[in-house]
């Protein structure tokens, strides 16, 4: 069941369902289109993806509770619940729920993923307290 969020931005969305491959493409090439790495959601089991052009909105819910994914070049685990959600622009996604990076022996809650135009090769991820860290942008590509 879709969170209320999700149910909200439904109406007028471009929706893909219940293909795994036809979801991740459908996220790949919204992620190239605003200018992120194309690897940011490596899930598998990826059930729906949707994307709302009119408010922004844009979600995935996958079959698991959630999904741990390591990006082995910058050794970070990414956590992702079974509902992913954030608000698009170029270069942006902001407003984030359902993402968790590792520091320590900490999980801290990402709340924006962005490339700065000063820096194109790196993503930078801000954490909900405030602080954020900056990767190369290719750690962060398919299969990685």
């Not at 741990?68 to 729920?97: N, P």
Request: overall charge neutral.
């Amino acid at each position: 069941m879709a969170s209320q969020a999700i149910e909200s931005h439904r109406a007028g969305a471009d929706v893909v369902r219940g293909d795994t491959v036809a979801c991740r493409k459908a996220a790949v090439e919204l992620l190239a289109e605003i200018g992120l790495p194309k690897g940011l959601f490596p899930l598998d089991d990826m059930q729906e993806f949707g994307y709302n052009r009119e408010s922004g909105f844009m979600w995935l819910v996958q079959g698991k509770k959630k999904t741990e994914h390591t990006f082995k070049k910058i050794k970070q685990t990414v956590s992702y619940a079974g509902e992913v959600t954030a608000f698009v622009e170029k270069g942006k996604l902001r407003k984030i729920a359902g993402v968790k990076t590792k520091e320590l022996m900490l999980w801290l809650t990402v709340v924006e993923v962005y490339v700065d135009d000063a820096a194109p090769g790196k993503v930078t991820f801000k954490t909900g307290t405030g602080l954020s860290d900056s990767f190369d942008a290719t750690a962060f590509e398919i299969g990685m």
